[in-house]
């Protein structure tokens, strides 16, 4: 307030300047009763919030002159965002929904608020308003949307948030970047020339699961918890099978007695499944790796390896531990009750086969994604795992056959250029985000 040595004064006789402090300086709007004290008010929008500093000049009729300082606290909204994505991976097409939380942690209310996605567009409110259409000081609001991902790959969404500030009517922002998400194009239990399920205990099953052949698919009265495809050719669904999703043939799907729960499209076919091929470990003149030594001791246990043809074979129930790393081996053979049990993330990089007749792959977690077993071989079997052998892996025989047989039991994701599953055995398709994303990289060409 100010007051005047006039007693006769009026507010109507005087003039008043406001400075913002800013860059800015307005007219100030003088009352009071006659004789003072006298009130300068004003309006402003400031762009930054928090304590302000204003100075004010006041001028009565004579020319006389006033300054004070005044002290404002601006209050403004401050938006912050976070998303995220659900899932974290998964098999093509694959519906993502991602949620975004925007909070205004500032002082003062907004409106208009929305949040635009980089990956699905304007997302919708979900919660968080408690009925004024505000983004009140302290509110936080939560939005969706969902996109389908149709292609292999690694996607990132970025999100931004807007708003305006209710007192001020200024424009806010945030921003905020989803964690991946990882999409696999391929199935994960394949076998490129022919897929035969044989047997009515034999167990197929997985989270978005699809067994696929560009050959040939046949199901001999077991049981496939997901869909069944033929890019090319026909499928065989035979007395007693189960398919709980869809079966889809390039040519025809022919059999009696089975039950598929989802849609049958004969005469549908697809593109043609072409992973990247292996290439032998030892190219370019490479050898296999060495014999463990006390330097190098990678493996540890009851073995024979010959490191000349790179040949590791354990049997007779040994265990033996393999640490972490990309090994280059000609062969692997695990009999007679043997178990393999990798301690860190394993690469098996075979130019030969893979035999676990009566042997285990296991490893220090819990994910399929921790032993990868994958050979150049281009006989007619590549990888067998039978007699019960529990098997935690990913394995990808692109060029010779994969056999399971006699009650194995193998978790992880499947590939060979044919498969045959028989007897009471069991494949489990893993689809952690580790699984898929170790799986991708072999269909990256």
Request: net charge negative; proline share 5%; glycine share 14%.
């Amino acid at each position: 307030m100010f007051g005047d040595d006039d007693p006769a004064a009026t507010a109507a006789e005087m003039t008043a300047r406001i400075d913002w402090r800013d860059g800015t300086v307005s007219a100030g709007t003088v009352s009071g009763p006659t004789g003072g004290p006298f009130t300068v008010s004003g309006r402003h929008s400031f762009a930054n919030a928090g304590l302000q500093s204003v100075g004010v000049t006041l001028v009565d009729a004579e020319g006389s002159t006033a300054t004070g300082t005044a002290s404002l606290q601006v209050p403004q909204p401050h938006l912050s965002l976070s998303a995220n994505a659900s899932p974290a991976a998964g098999v093509a097409p694959l519906p993502v929904t991602w949620t975004y939380r925007l909070t205004n942690d500032g002082t003062a209310p907004a409106y208009g608020a929305v949040v635009v996605s980089s990956l699905c567009g304007a997302a919708a409110l979900k919660s968080g308003d408690n009925g004024n259409n505000l983004l009140d000081a302290g509110e936080t609001w939560a939005f969706t949307c969902t996109s389908t991902l149709t292609a292999h790959g690694s996607y990132v969404d970025s999100a931004v948030a807007t708003a305006s500030g209710l007192q001020d009517d200024l424009g806010y922002t945030a921003q905020a970047v989803a964690p991946a998400v990882t999409v696999v194009d391929a199935p994960e239990v394949v076998g490129l020339t022919s897929v035969t399920i044989g047997a009515t205990r034999a167990v197929v099953d997985g989270t978005a699961l699809s067994v696929v052949s560009n050959g040939t698919v046949t199901v001999q009265g077991a049981r496939v918890v997901g869909n069944v495809r033929s890019t090319q050719g026909g499928v065989i669904l035979q007395k007693g099978t189960a398919v709980s999703g869809d079966v889809t043939a390039g040519t025809t799907i022919t059999g009696s007695g089975a039950t598929v729960s989802g849609t049958q499209s004969p005469r549908s076919p697809t593109a043609v499944l072409a992973p990247a091929p292996v290439a032998p470990c030892t190219a370019g003149g490479a050898s296999y790796r060495t014999a463990p030594s006390a330097a190098d001791p990678w493996l540890t246990g009851k073995y024979t390896y010959d490191a000349a043809h790179g040949a590791l074979s354990v049997s007779g129930g040994a265990v033996v531990t393999m640490a972490g790393g990309t090994y280059c081996l000609g062969s692997v053979s695990l009999t007679g009750g043997a178990r393999l049990r990798a301690t860190g993330a394993v690469r098996l990089r075979l130019t030969g086969i893979f035999d676990g007749s009566g042997g285990s792959v296991t490893n220090s977690g819990s994910s399929a994604a921790g032993v990868q077993i994958a050979t150049s071989y281009t006989g007619q079997t590549g990888v067998s795992i039978s007699g019960g052998s529990p098997v935690l892996a990913i394995i990808y025989a692109p060029g010779s056959g994969v056999s399971i047989s006699g009650g194995a039991s193998v978790t992880g994701a499947v590939l060979g250029k044919s498969l045959v599953v028989s007897g009471d055995s069991s494949v489990h398709a893993a689809s952690e985000p580790a699984v898929l994303a170790a799986w991708a990289s072999y269909f990256a060409g």
